[in-house]
């Protein structure tokens, strides 16, 4: 059964981070691009961030340039977003999700939904003003 869980998530005041983590299990994690969404709340799900499967690219929406960044531990199956300098603006539900990428596709192409068959349940980031 293919699984991601997100943890990492909370409150945090202007300013400060947090960092996103996504566990997953069930695939052949090291054949997969990652990427990582948001949704708030009544607005549409947007794109965050995408690392391609070896980990060598990464794209980042222009929203969080400088101050997200997106990594990952094929060794421990997980998906990080390290996210600073926190916004009241970010504030929303983070979802991780994962595409399979049989070639080595770069993380641009990972930088829509649509690429992406597997999600995760998500985790509340909330940031106080």
């Given amino acids: 059964q293919v699984q991601l869980v997100e943890s990492g998530g909370g409150l945090v005041q202007a300013g400060g981070s947090l960092r996103l983590s996504c566990a997953a299990s069930g695939l052949p994690f090291s054949t997969y691009a ?9 607005k549409e799900r947007e794109f965050v961030a995408a690392i391609s499967r070896s980990g060598t690219s990464t794209d980042v929406a222009d929203s969080v340039k400088g101050r997200f960044t997106i990594s990952r531990d094929n060794a ?18 983070y979802y991780c999700a994962a595409g399979s990428s049989p070639t080595s596709l770069s993380a641009r192409y990972f930088s829509t939904g649509d690429r992406y068959a597997t999600w995760g349940q998500g985790t509340q980031v909330t940031v106080s003003s």
Avoid: I, S
């Fill in 34 to 42: 990652l990427g990582w969404f948001r949704q708030a709340a009544g």
């Fill in 76 to 93: 421990e199956n997980t998906v990080y977003l390290q996210m600073n300098n926190l916004k009241p603006e970010d504030t929303a539900v």
